[in-house]
C-alpha cells in the first residue's frame, strides 16, 4: 500500500492538470486572493487535490462520491471549491471563528460566497464539534504548523477520523528551510513552530497514525520560467508545469499522508490466529 501511494504521487504530480478558471476568475477581485489567479500559485492546490482523490481511492476501493471528507482550516475556500469539483460524497469545510487574515471569519471571502460553500465555526483552538469516526478524510493545507496545540489538534482529527481513515498535511514548514531561518533573522515568526520527521513522527505514534506518505518540495526559492524544471523530493518526480509560466517556489516544507494503522493491526492479528 506505501508504495501506492509513492507511485499514485509520481503518476499525479507528472501529468498536466486544468486551472480553474472559476477560482482565477473570482480570485481577480480582491488584492489577497490574486495569487490564485496566476497559475503559478494555484496549480498546487490543484495537482494536491487530485492526489487526494487519488490515494483516497485507492486506500478505501471505492470511487470518491463515496468518500466523506472534511477541510480543516478552510480559509479562503479555494481548495474546498476544488475538493467539491472532485465529486466526493460529503464535504465539509471549518475553520476558527476569529478575527484573523487566516480565517474564513477574518477576510473577505469571494470564492466561499460565489460557489456557496458553507463553512463550520470552530468555537475552540483544538476541539472539532464533530461526532466520532465522521469522516474518511481530513485535509489541512497550511493549517497545523498555525494552531495552539499541535498534539490535541492530531488527537481531535484521529478521533473524527472513521477507522483507516486518511488525514492530508500539506505545506508544513520544516526547520532545515534556509528560507524559514531568514524570515526569523527578519522579525517575521508568522510560521514560528518549524517540523523534521522525527517531531511527526512523535505526534503521530501517540494517536496511532501511520506515515504512508511524506515527501519536501519548495527547496529553493525562484521566480523563473522553469516548465520542465525538477522538483527536488526524496522520490524524483517533476513538477508539472504549463510551458511558459513561471514557478514561485517560497518556503521549504513537507507533504504528509497519515493514515490509522489500527485496522491493519487488527488484521494482522488476525491472520496470525488463522495459522494457529
Not at 204 to 230: G, N, S, T
Request: proline fraction near 6%.
Amino acid at each position: 500500500m506505501l508504495r501506492d501511494f509513492v507511485r499514485i504521487r509520481k503518476d499525479i504530480l507528472s501529468r498536466n492538470w486544468p486551472i480553474d478558471d472559476e477560482i482565477a476568475s473570482t480570485a481577480a477581485t480582491i488584492d489577497s486572493h490574486r495569487f490564485l489567479q496566476n497559475p503559478a500559485g494555484q496549480y498546487a492546490y490543484v495537482y494536491l487535490t487530485q492526489y487526494v482523490k487519488a490515494v483516497s481511492e485507492k486506500h478505501f476501493g471505492v470511487p470518491f462520491s463515496q468518500i466523506d471528507i472534511l477541510d480543516w482550516g478552510c480559509g479562503k475556500g479555494h481548495v474546498s471549491k476544488l475538493l467539491g469539483d472532485l465529486g466526493p460524497h460529503r464535504l465539509e469545510s471549518c475553520d476558527i471563528e476569529r478575527e484573523s487574515e487566516d480565517s474564513a471569519f477574518g477576510q473577505e471571502t469571494p470564492i466561499l460566497e460565489r460557489f456557496q460553500i458553507a463553512v463550520t465555526p470552530l468555537l475552540h483552538t483544538s476541539d472539532l464539534p464533530y461526532a466520532d469516526a465522521t469522516f474518511d478524510v481530513v485535509v489541512s493545507f497550511g493549517v497545523l504548523e498555525h494552531v495552539a496545540n499541535d498534539a490535541a489538534s492530531i488527537a481531535e482529527i484521529t478521533r473524527i477520523l472513521k477507522p483507516g481513515g486518511l488525514f492530508f498535511c500539506f505545506y508544513l514548514p520544516t526547520k532545515y528551510s534556509w528560507t524559514q531561518k531568514v524570515a526569523h533573522v527578519r522579525g517575521n515568526d508568522y510560521h514560528d513552530r518549524l517540523y523534521t520527521r522525527a517531531s511527526i513522527d512523535a505526534l503521530a505514534r501517540p494517536v496511532k497514525l501511520e506515515v504512508c506518505d511524506v515527501w519536501y518540495r519548495q527547496i529553493f526559492p525562484k521566480v523563473r520560467p522553469a516548465p520542465r524544471d525538477p522538483c527536488f523530493t526524496r522520490c524524483p518526480t517533476r513538477c508539472p508545469q504549463k510551458s511558459g509560466h513561471l514557478r514561485f517556489c517560497f518556503c521549504f516544507c513537507f507533504c504528509f499522508c497519515f493514515w490509522q494503522a489500527r485496522p491493519r493491526m487488527v488484521r494482522e492479528r488476525t491472520r496470525v490466529k488463522r495459522r494457529g
